[in-house]
């Protein structure tokens, strides 16, 4: 029983020891914008601390931690990658790297690549080489995603991809997209597969959308007569469908991840306390608006310890394959409530939509960009819809 | 340390929820309202708990208990929930018994065994107004003698009708509102001057109201400090504060068990009531709050277990979560169960009922939500 805490405990010391001595000091302040994110990818411009940040943290494989260390990631216990991460939390460390190459496409070729995609595709999003996307949605595919109509056509030796996708992410800064197809038009899950192609292949075409945040995250992409190699393809033909499943159990965790809040300059008590004021006893001069943050902190921090426990269920195996559903939706709720908050506590202040002392309108624009989180990634109808179906067993309609 | 229960913990749930389904399941809990029964729990149960460990859990092996923890003490308290088991668990084996921890040996000599044998049943004095504000006691201890007096009244103490031993809070200096002067007591139970009235509440359990005419105890009745009570005081609220939401986790839980049995099972318009996506949502947001909520109460407990400086405000947020969710769970279990969820033959109001009990006791989710907001400083 003690030899492994010592070890842990050793590994944890070791670790932080590393961290203070290569973690630059730009890199241990709070992200200010969403220009602080390193995404990573060809056209990537980063700071030189980012850079030295990124390549650092890669270089042991710890931007993957808990990848295998063959395909170039950590290699590391689920012990040692919870100390790792909250090693990096105590130091205020960044995030050397944000992507969807790690959060969903990385799990799924680990689960269901060949060795030569594996080998081929892994290590590049390991040391931040290559930005990948997703294209799932399509304008007549949104919450019932099965019935996507991107179609490929078998032509030997590889596909020709015709279609639109639609809020592909970043799909403009991307270098690969990983894709849902077509190609059985008979059946409707069972006809689908699961490409990788690059997003520089004759006939991609994307065009941003703009959103009520003024902010374009979001991208509507088009095929035309796209070639794709069929040794692109993952997992079997016409089943696409489980890939994509379990890929989406990972962007629901991820998106969970935004219920735990952080990141910002301040937190919402010291907004609500700076913009309003407090009595002479210290509690904020807003009664009202006091209980409702308190209320919303004890749920967040409660969410805090679920999504502890959800990570140490999923490492040990234990987590019901549709919690990732329940994570989405209660994380994805909590971010709102915050942002109201934020509103809330900050009143006319983060009504600015450009000024420098606004950050150019962080406020405004974020909590906007929030009413997104349950909607993308499947909505907060559809998971409660997932819960009942497959937690709770409810009958079906 | 994972945030799920270890094997040891796992075996101990899996003991434990036969073990209290079986001796005392809703209906023994019936049985003792309808028999109108002055106890408020059964004596020959209370002596099952002890042969089974249960009663000494928290105590040290040393003093002949099990050396367990509140993660362990959540499981038993889970169950007492889940059957709504009158029992006093709670308020013995785990407020008393950390409260006398905290004190010289010669009281934990007075009080363990006896505790541990099951021939103790302790009760905590701690309420005086209609709500949980601890901060505010006022019963007065003045020195008296080789002891105190102590002159004052307490109310909501669950068992103080007919607990051996009483853990008063009790202000010996300072006015109410301070944290200092605030002195923790262990009373006998047949003190002079010391009456207690007991009252039937909406669930069924029997709680008391204490008046103390200038009751005489001896100096060593104090547990800890004179005047310095407080830090003594806020331990044994973080215990039972957390004890009690993982019993609420148990009533919640009991009740989305039943419920969505329910809607598996009713037909209206010729389909499972539970086909309905109205219904699907309320169930599958139940579930969210309650999954997300066993997770603020385990922290919680690892936290106390593991004397974490942060096990305070965890504490805190377990109470408040547990009190929203309960809530939630039992008012959603009468509304999906219909017109049959009103009536008394049904348990699902025996859930609402206690439910409501639980979420006041030792102070309820707004409460704790500003003992948080008190804490983050604002």
Known sequence: ?397 | MPLFLNDDQAMLADTARPFIAEQAPVGHMRGLRDAAELTGFSRDLWARFAEMGFTGMLVEEAHGGLGLGQVEAGIVLEEIGRNLTPSPFLSTSVGAVTALKGGAAALTERWLPGIVAGEVVAALAIDEGTHHRPLRTALKAERSGNGFRLTGDKRFVAHGHVADLLIVAARTAGAAGEPNGITLFAVEKDALGLTATPERLADASLASRLAFDGVQVDADAVIGEVDGGWAALSRVLAVVRTGTAAEMGGVSAAALAMTVDYLKSRKQFGVHIGSFQALQHRAAHLYAEMEVTRAAVLKAQQLLDADDPHAERATLVAKAMAGMTTTLAVQEGVQMHGGIGMTDEYDIGLYMKRGRVLAEMFGDADFHADQLARHSGY
Request: hydrophobic share 40%; net charge negative; aromatic share 8%.
């Open chain 1, 1 to 397: 029983m003690n030899a492994p805490v010592d070890a842990i405990e050793t590994f944890r010391a070791e670790t932080r020891a590393w961290l203070e001595a290569n973690c630059p000091p730009e890199m241990r302040r709070p992200l200010r914008s969403e220009a602080d994110v390193v995404w990573g990818g060809r056209r990537a411009q980063l700071s030189e601390p980012q850079r030295q940040w990124l390549d650092r943290m890669a270089a042991r494989g710890w931007t993957t931690p808990d990848w295998p260390s063959e395909y170039g990631g950590g290699g590391l216990t689920p012990q040692q990658a919870k100390a790792l991460r909250q090693e990096m939390a105590k130091l205020g460390c960044r995030s050397p790297l944000n992507s969807f190459g790690i959060s969903m496409l990385g799990p799924a070729l680990l689960t269901y690549g060949t060795e030569a995609q594996k080998q081929e595709h892994l290590p590049k999003i390991v040391r931040g080489e290559i930005r990948w996307c997703q294209g799932y949605s399509e304008p007549g595919a949104g919450s019932d995603l099965a019935g996507l109509q991107t179609s490929a056509e078998d032509a030997g030796d590889h596909f020709v991809v015709n279609g639109q996708k639609v809020w592909t992410s970043y799909a403009d800064k991307a270098d690969w997209i990983f894709c849902l197809v077509r190609t059985d038009k008979s059946v409707k899950q069972g006809g689908i597969s699961f490409v990788l192609f690059d997003m520089e292949s004759p006939g991609v075409s994307t065009k941003p959308i703009l959103l009520i945040s003024g902010y374009s995250p979001f991208c509507e992409t088009f095929f035309d007569d796209v070639h794709v190699p069929k040794a692109n393809l993952v997992g079997e033909l016409n089943h696409g469908w489980d890939v994509a499943k379990y890929l989406l159990g990972h962007e629901r965790e991820m998106i969970s991840g935004m219920g735990l809040g952080g990141g910002g300059h301040k937190s919402l008590p010291e907004i609500a306390l700076d913009a309003i004021g407090a009595e002479p006893d210290g509690r904020l001069d807003d009664p009202g608006l006091r209980a409702r943050i308190a209320t919303f902190e004890v749920r967040a921090m409660a969410f805090q310890a679920m999504s502890e426990r959800f990570m140490d269920e999923l490492k040990a195996r234990r987590a019901h394959p549709a919690q990732p559903s329940m994570m989405k939706y209660y994380g994805t709720e909590l971010n709102k409530a915050r942002h109201e908050l934020i509103m809330a506590a900050g009143g006319s202040d983060a009504l600015a939509w450009d000024s420098e002392a606004s950050h150019g309108g962080a406020a405004a624009r974020g909590w906007l960009r929030t009413k997104g989180n349950s909607i993308e990634g499947g909505t907060s109808e559809v998971q409660l819809n997932i819960i009942a179906k497959r937690i709770l067993e409810l009958p079906g309609a």
